[in-house]
């Protein structure tokens, strides 16, 4: 399942690919993904010029021209997928050739270059929508939303205001998308083991000095794995044209047994615990 730092590289990828060009058609092989299209979804996008290419938590955002904002999630197994439209390979493409239709390709894009930017979906959580841009942060996907971790947004006194009021773990709270978003299961992990925090640490006890500790940690965990995922068009798009990456190692995610990559623990083995129904992987001597 893509976390945040792999929404943020299809991004990245996608920017430079999709800014300043017009959508000429768009082609839907189904009536829906997770949720129904909207209402003449094909006919609202066509002939519109993509002005800006963002992300809110794990949510792709094409901003068109007309008002008009593409929302688009990835769910569990969403891909997208870019080729020339009319075959043939292209010199210095960052993709090989056109790729006939597959089975689960639900949604297809045609471009005024002549690129055609394929959205393929096995398991179909993924979902598209359209909300006006002007009033975009009302959406429905993003009303509820809480602190975007990349941004300005999360500073250490947030970050140690909306903890100390909460009963819960701190992984638990990590995981609440209503305080903070796009940080999984995987990153809250890292995050904590990086922060030295230990993930069941009640939230009402951090200070300030923890506090800062998280929230530089928060940063640095997903920014490594932003970084990982290339830093350059042609590190995102894989041979198949698909872009993303491919999952890094960590620290202590799926380490369960391994030793703690701190020298200072001295091989103490990482543990599993479950809290909320969810794996967590922690280092019991290096974080408190
Ligand atoms: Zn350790």
């Given amino acids: 399942m893509p976390e945040l730092p792999e929404v943020e590289t299809v991004k990245r990828g996608l920017e430079p690919v999709l800014v300043g060009r017009r959508i000429t058609h768009v082609r839907l092989r189904r009536d829906d993904l997770r949720i129904p299209f909207p209402n003449r979804f094909a006919e609202r996008l066509a002939g519109k010029r993509i002005e800006r290419v963002g992300r809110r938590a794990k949510y792709l955002l094409a901003e068109l021209d007309g008002g008009e904002t593409l929302i688009i999630h990835l769910g569990m197994s969403g891909r997208l997928t870019l080729s020339p439209k009319d075959g043939g390979s292209r010199e210095g493409s960052y993709y090989h050739k056109a790729k006939p239709l597959e089975v689960h ?75 903070v978003v796009g940080i999984g299961n995987i990153y809250a992990c890292e995050a904590l083991h990086r922060a030295r925090l230990s993930p069941r640490r009640l939230c009402l006890t951090m200070t300030l000095t923890r506090a800062q500790r998280l929230a530089g940690a928060i940063k640095d965990v997903l920014l490594a794995a932003i970084e990982a995922g290339g830093s350059s068009l042609k590190d995102y798009v894989h041979a198949d044209g698909s872009l993303g990456y491919f999952q890094h190692s960590f620290a202590v995610y799926d380490r369960q047994g391994e030793p703690c990559p701190r020298n200072t623990c001295k091989g103490t083995k990482i543990r599993r615990i479950v809290q909320s129904n969810r794996s967590t992987f922690y280092c019991p001597n290096c974080q408190r």
């Fill in 105 to 179: 390709d639900h949604v297809i894009f045609d471009l005024d270059d002549g690129e055609r930017l394929v959205f393929n979906d096995p398991r179909r959580f993924g979902l598209m929508s359209l909300a006006r841009t002007a009033d975009i942060s009302d959406a429905p996907f993003f009303h509820h939303l809480g602190i975007e971790p990349l941004s300005d947004e999360l500073t250490v006194e947030r970050l140690l205001e909306g903890l100390k009021g909460r009963k819960t773990s701190l992984k638990a709270a990590l995981l609440d998308q209503t305080f």
